[in-house]
């Protein structure tokens, strides 16, 4: 018998809802920083570095953020970040219609940005499965995935035009205006998913989490590769795309690059509403090596529709393995320590982020834009399919049955 939609679900209604409203702002918040910075003379050196530093913030702070998911209502966190978030991003906006930006002030409320968002992340990953049935789980994380992709896709094409035409200011704006409503939307969420009274140490309740890492070898190997990922394209999608693409075909090619990239994610959220392998891992880090095809149209397109068909591949690619890796997740890591597994997962996939973006516009000044962007393309493509080698990866299979609640079983 056919489990009910997740969606029938009042609590995971206003989960999707609300990731999703605010994913339709924080969407236009990248384009719109990078010409903020680019609009006040930054260089693409100041850029990564500004970037930078939204991400160090997040690495620092998301591992108390999993802490904080596994102790405290998680609701509760989501709504108290998206509040704060709207107010920081508010004045963001203020000062950058105003005229009186600066990317000491831009690099300031990314730091803050990154901070409120950490706190929350983790929470907000594990709230999933407290708000459905374990029948409904699978499907619950493609819905999920499939409306925030989408929002963002919107997002992104809105914003090369609401630069363009108003610019970075406004699209902020927008942003502050949808983490409002997302508090709202996450204040109405009863399910609290998390033990409430946990008095056990910070030091302790983290060395909980590495354990719970460390048992699943499809869990911290595949988190090691997407350190790298991220190390490497961080700075290409962060640094390098902006300046490339608006060179040659103007700032608003930039936000249909973008779109065509959160495209590509809802056409694999499709696919993966229909298309459900056994072996999760096993397709998902073959369907990973797609995303390949963006940086490599960046340095080898000559007309723009390659360059969006790139990007639509790397969303569909990073897409279908994103579902599986969530589901994976879900279905073997016990709810008690979701949060902080999330965390980890989060820290281990952007601790490197950071200094990507920082030397991504000096590596690419000294070898040069397109042989750069070649060799990311190698790393993300190959260290992919490398991890196909570990047995572990290739065998972990989809639960027939209830996900894990106390000591789950590891796929070695």
Same mark, same amino acid.
């Given at each position: 018998?056919?489990?009910p939609?997740?969606?029938?679900?009042?609590?995971f209604?206003?989960?999707?809802?609300?990731?999703?409203?605010?994913?339709?702002?924080?969407?236009?918040?990248p384009?719109?920083?990078?010409?903020?910075v680019?609009?006040?003379?930054?260089?693409?050196?100041?850029?990564?570095?500004?970037?930078?530093a939204?991400?160090?913030?997040?690495?620092?702070?998301?591992?108390?953020?999993?802490?904080?998911?596994?102790?405290?209502?998680r609701?509760?966190?989501?709504?108290?970040?998206?509040?704060?978030?709207?107010?920081?991003?508010?004045?963001?906006?203020?000062?950058?219609?105003?005229?009186?930006?600066?990317l000491?002030?831009?690099?300031?409320?990314?730091?803050?940005n990154?901070?409120?968002?950490?706190i929350?992340?983790?929470?907000?990953?594990?709230?999933?499965?407290s708000t459905?049935?374990? #029948?409904?789980?699978?499907?619950?994380? +493609?819905?999920?995935?499939?409306?925030?992709?989408?929002a963002?896709?919107?997002?992104?094409?809105?914003?090369?035009?609401?630069?363009?035409?108003a610019?970075?200011?406004?699209?902020?704006?927008?942003?502050?205006?949808?983490?409002a +409503?997302?508090?709202?939307?996450?204040?109405?969420i009863?399910?609290t998913?998390?033990?409430a009274g946990?008095?056990?140490?910070?030091?302790?309740?983290?060395?909980?989490?590495?354990?719970?890492v460390?048992?699943?070898?499809?869990?911290w190997?595949?988190?090691?590769?997407?350190?790298?990922?991220?190390?490497?394209?961080?700075?290409?999608q962060?640094?390098?795309?902006?300046?490339?693409?608006?060179?040659?075909?103007?700032?608003?090619?930039?936000?249909?690059?973008l779109?065509?990239?959160m495209?590509?994610?809802?056409?694999?959220?499709?696919?993966?509403?229909?298309?459900?392998?056994?072996?999760?891992?096993?397709?998902?880090?073959?369907?990973?090596?797609?995303?390949?095809?963006?940086?490599?149209?960046?340095?080898?397109?000559?007309?723009?529709a390659?360059?969006?068909?790139?990007?639509?591949?790397?969303?569909?690619?990073?897409?279908?393995?994103?579902v599986g890796?969530?589901l994976?997740?879900? #279905?073997?890591?016990?709810? #008690?320590?979701?949060a902080?597994?999330?965390?980890?997962?989060?820290?281990?996939?952007?601790?490197?982020?950071?200094?990507?973006?920082?030397?991504?516009?000096?590596?690419?000044?000294?070898v040069?834009?397109?042989?750069?962007?070649?060799?990311?393309?190698?790393?993300?493509g190959?260290?992919?399919?490398?991890a196909?080698?570990?047995?572990?990866?290739?065998?972990?299979?989809?639960?027939?049955?209830p996900?894990?609640?106390a000591?789950?079983a590891?796929t070695?």
């Amino acid at each position: 018998m056919t489990a009910p939609s997740p969606l029938r679900s009042r609590d995971f209604r206003l989960l999707v809802g609300g990731v999703a409203v605010s994913g339709l702002g924080s969407a236009m918040t990248p384009v719109a920083l990078a010409f903020a910075v680019l609009d006040l003379g930054g260089t693409a050196t100041q850029l990564g570095l500004v970037v930078a530093a939204f991400s160090a913030a997040e690495v620092l702070t998301i591992l108390y953020g999993g802490v904080l998911g596994d102790r405290l209502p998680r609701q509760l966190l989501m709504q108290g970040s998206s509040a704060a978030t709207a107010v920081s991003q508010a004045a963001c906006a203020a000062v950058l219609i105003t005229g009186h930006g600066s990317l000491w002030f831009l690099t300031a409320i990314g730091i803050v940005n990154g901070c409120l968002g950490a706190i929350a992340q983790p929470a907000s990953n594990a709230m999933t499965r407290s708000t459905v049935a374990d #029948e409904q789980l699978g499907r619950a994380v +493609v819905l999920r995935s499939l409306a925030t992709q989408t929002a963002f896709a919107v997002g992104f094409a809105v914003a090369g035009v609401l630069v363009a035409v108003a610019g970075p200011g406004w699209a902020i704006a927008v942003d502050a205006a949808t983490y409002a +409503v997302a508090a709202g939307l996450f204040a109405m969420i009863r399910a609290t998913g998390a033990r409430a009274g946990e008095r056990e140490r910070l030091l302790a309740q983290l060395a909980d989490g590495a354990r719970e890492v460390l048992r699943h070898t499809w869990l911290w190997l595949l988190i090691g590769q997407a350190l790298l990922y991220h190390l490497c394209f961080g700075g290409v999608q962060g640094v390098l795309g902006p300046i490339v693409v608006s060179d040659t075909w103007g700032k608003e090619a930039w936000g249909w690059a973008l779109s065509a990239l959160m495209a590509g994610f809802v056409a694999g959220g499709l696919i993966a509403l229909r298309w459900r392998p056994r072996h999760l891992l096993r397709w998902g880090v073959l369907m990973l090596s797609l995303t390949a095809a963006f940086p490599l149209a960046m340095a080898l397109a000559d007309d723009l529709a390659l360059l969006l068909a790139g990007a639509f591949v790397h969303g569909v690619g990073l897409q279908l393995f994103s579902v599986g890796w969530d589901l994976a997740i879900q #279905e073997n890591v016990a709810e #008690e320590m979701l949060a902080r597994v999330y965390s980890f997962d989060l820290v281990g996939s952007f601790v490197c982020r950071p200094l990507g973006l920082a030397l991504t516009g000096p590596v690419a000044a000294l070898v040069g834009t397109d042989a750069w962007l070649l060799v990311v393309t190698a790393v993300i493509g190959l260290s992919s399919l490398a991890a196909l080698t570990a047995p572990s990866v290739r065998r972990l299979t989809r639960r027939a049955g209830p996900t894990a609640t106390a000591e789950p079983a590891a796929t070695r």
